[in-house]
């Protein structure tokens, strides 16, 4: 139970470090991840019992590089302002906790200081990066995504609300199972060839800052 709580503590200290010029680059990549995962939202693809996009592979660079306490705020960022930016009805504040709790996934799994970008900042690349260990935490933080944020907690706010009907539920459920099993297909693949490309980005970032 310490460790997972010591995630919070390192995700804060190096979020927001002892060099002013890395709390600086850390908070302008968090901005464009998040930004980014604005501009993909914008670009969803609205079916009858979902929507099919993905903007969760900026939040999920966030939780790999930043860690769960910067992944957290990201999550609610990210609704919050995608409501502001693409207004739909009322505000939801279930959403936001739900992308919040998304958020949390991905910076638990995925942080953990990967290769010498937080280890040895004078070289800063990722020569020490395990890229099976990433492998697997790719597919475990998607797998809990996708069964507990989309098909769970999504489902039980949708009915709570109304968007899907109690009538149907049996029907509704089978096709959101079918749509997030196809999803899976092509986010895995995305996500192993973008995050560790993130990753390597990241590393050369902090190098150049550090020279």
Known sequence: MKGFFDLFRMSAKDMFGDKVSRTILNLVICAMLIG???????????????????AFLPLAAIG??????????????????????????????????????????????????WGNVYSDEKKGRIFGMDLTQLGIRIIAARL???????????TVANMHYGFIPYKSLSVIITTRIAKNLLE??????????????VLTLYSRAVSKRAV
């Open 36 to 54: 980014l995962s604005m501009a993909i939202e914008a670009l969803s693809i609205d079916l009858p019992f979902g929507k099919v996009n993905f």
């Open 64 to 113: 790999m590089l930043f860690g769960p306490t910067v992944s957290i705020l990201a999550g609610g960022i990210c609704d919050v302002l995608g409501f502001l930016v693409h207004p739909t009805g009322a505000f939801l504040p279930l959403y936001t906790l739900i992308g919040m709790f998304q958020g949390l996934i991905y910076g638990v799994v995925l942080y953990r200081r």
């Open 144 to 154: 809990i995504d996708v069964l507990i944020v989309n098909m769970i907690f999504n």
């Open 184 to 197: 899976l297909a092509a986010d895995l693949p995305l996500m192993f060839v973008i995050l560790p490309f």
